[in-house]
């Protein structure tokens, strides 16, 4: 199984994490996952939030309690080897077929990473409609960023424990 460098770990509230890779010529569509295993080689797939044309490979993962994977993660530190598999997957987000169709982003937590991935590698999409489910607030990944990419047509609203629809602005 191929491996990939640590760049960092970035924490964004107390249990959601940003893991960034070297990506050292792994290619990848947005929408795919690739397999990230501890040092049991206990593997769980992960979708890639970076942009196809991107440096590296960056993964938005809640740390699970008793999680063999995501706590395992939480603890890198840059320079770590961890072994990865090669990118599959059949999700394609923003793609429907037709040309100028708009698309409908629909996500929880960190469900969110497959849309991160085709935004960043696709800056002349412009979502229809982006909703986003989080627990709290401070689960939420990438809010500027969705914020900026949601045209001016576009509602981009946060569902918090979808009970309370906040609308987070407009461009």
Known sequence: MPTAKVSEVNFLSEDIFELVLERDRVEFQPG?????????????????????????????????????????????????????????????????????????LVATGTGIAPFLSVLRSCPDLEPALCLYGVRCLA??????YLRERCPLSSTFALLKWLRTLYFLGFR
């Not at 795919?32 to 993962?61: K, M, T, W």
């Not at 999680?67 to 394609?92: C, H, K, Q």
């Not at 689960?139 to 500027?144: E, F, I, K, R």
């Open 139 to 144: 689960d939420a990944v990438g809010l500027d």
């Open 32 to 104: 795919d996952c690739l397999a990230i295993s501890n040092s049991d080689g206990v593997s769980r797939p992960y979708s890639v939030s970076s942009g196809s044309r991107e440096p590296h490979l960056q993964f938005v993962i809640r740390r699970m309690p008793g999680g063999a994977v995501s706590e395992w993660l939480a603890v890198r530190a840059p320079g770590d080897e961890i072994e990865i598999s090669e990118p599959f997957g059949w999700f394609r987000p923003g793609r429907s077929g037709e040309p100028g169709s708009p698309s409908v």
